[in-house]
């Protein structure tokens, strides 16, 4: 058992160039584990709060405070972690010592348990295969909370190669289509500053349609088949733009806004046209009703739940109760500690959700995540088209390519 022997925390910037948590967890004296906290731009509401009274100075001071609690701890035993960070914080959303330390310290202490016994990480987590790689999710025109006025409402379009038969031609087929967006957008507008929003994805001066317009052309020009080599997906991340008072979806951007009935049509119509792999959050995090709906009238596209689930095991068992979703996103973080990311892929898996292993808009260099989604068997990796902090996680699928035990892509049955 490789047992923990000295941690240490700091603070440290991430891709936003906002404060987060690092932790170095050392196991047996010689390995050395490090991860560093992703934060969320469009929150669920029931997600782990990162920082106690949202500072990081704070989460800092708490773990300090308590770090030797976890001194000689099993570094491989993610519940072992838990217990010691519930046993310093009982509140729901680690709201005492920092969603940012849950996830930096139990990533951290896996990390090193992983190197003082050889293993890769996906194989510490699970520790028999088979294993298969998720389908790299990438975005490709950003809008929402990751881009600036003008851009579209919807938060992303995502492209999905579902075609693809290994990692390096997923990967090559998503960066392809990342530049033939941007020729897309360029023939369309002349005056466009190739800017991109936080993920990496092309933030353009054009409404919902003409966004899904301009991806569903570059998909053509490629000579990808819509739906078969190269699939769309969109994170719709309508809490954001869900006004609770006059219930109604504010598309302020387009200028219109939509009641449930007709953000159900929309939805709707978006996944039939566009033979959508991959609908999140079409309608906003309270309304499983909706969501059920959604979920029945598309069983090709996996109808997927961030906000609405928020990575938390409870919230699973109330969306299959209600017949909600046929995917869930799964981000560390939203939980807190590894553990109760992992206690949530099993309800997923039970119940027959697939998993989506998801990055945040706010990101650092790490790659743990690509190893998560191969042990949790994830469908998919949502880690962005572009940007250092993104290709991380693109580039560790193709160092984890090298090992034999991984047979392939994902099988990407429809959804039941
Ligand atoms: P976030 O965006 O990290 O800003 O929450 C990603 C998402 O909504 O999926
Ligand atoms: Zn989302």
């Known amino acids: 058992m490789p047992s923990i022997t000295s941690l240490d925390a700091r603070i440290v910037f991430n891709s936003r160039g906002s404060k987060t948590i690092e932790i170095d967890v050392i196991a047996d004296r010689n390995f050395a584990g490090r991860a560093c906290a992703p934060s969320g731009a469009s929150v669920g509401k029931l997600e782990a709060q990162s920082f106690p009274d949202n500072k990081a100075e704070k989460a800092l001071a708490a773990f300090n405070a308590s770090r030797k609690k976890f001194i000689g701890l099993d570094a491989s035993d993610t519940k072992a972690v838990f217990d010691a960070l519930r046993s310093i914080d009982d509140t ?211 109808v997927t739940g961030d906000d609405m689930l928020v990575t938390n095991a409870a919230m699973v068992k109330k969306a299959v109760k209600a017949g909600a979703c046929s995917g869930a996103i799964l981000k560390v973080n939203q939980a807190g500690s590894l553990h109760d990311a992992l206690l949530f892929a099993k309800e997923c898996t039970k119940n027959n959700i697939r998993i989506i292993t998801s990055h945040r808009s706010g990101e650092s260099p790490d790659s743990h995540i690509s190893h998560i989604a191969v042990a949790t068997g994830s469908k998919m990796l949502k880690t962005g088209v572009l940007g250092g902090e993104r290709v991380a996680k693109l580039n560790e699928l193709l160092r984890m390519s090298e090992y034999d035990l991984i047979a392939g892509m994902a099988e990407l049955s429809p959804a039941t």
């Open 92 to 302: 729901d959303n680690y709201s005492k010592i920092g969603g940012s330390v849950a996830y930096a310290l139990s990533i951290a202490a896996v990390d090193a348990a992983a190197r003082a016994q050889g293993v890769p990480l996906f194989k510490l987590l699970k520790p028999k295969g088979p294993y298969r790689f998720p389908f790299p999710l990438g975005n490709i025109i950003g809008g929402g909370a990751h881009a600036g006025p003008g851009t579209p409402d919807l938060q992303e379009i995502l492209a999905c190669p579902v075609g693809a038969k290994s990692v390096t031609e997923a990967l090559e087929m998503n960066f392809k289509l990342h530049g033939e967006v941007r020729k897309v957008i360029e023939s369309i507008d002349g005056k466009f500053t190739y800017g991109r929003g936080d993920e990496g994805a092309w933030a353009p001066n054009v409404n919902n349609d003409q966004a899904l317009e301009i991806a569903e052309k570059a998909v053509k020009n490629c000579g990808y088949a819509l739906g078969r080599d190269m699939a769309l997906g969109i994170d719709f991340a309508s809490s954001s733009f869900w006004d609770e008072k006059n219930n109604v979806y504010d598309y302020a951007r387009q200028g219109l806004k939509r009641d449930t009935g007709e953000q159900i049509e929309f939805a709707n119509r978006l996944m039939r046209d566009y033979k959508l792999a991959y609908a999140e959050d079409p309608v906003h995090e309270t309304d499983f009703e909706s969501m059920a709906v959604l979920t029945k009238k598309n069983p090709r596209t996996l």
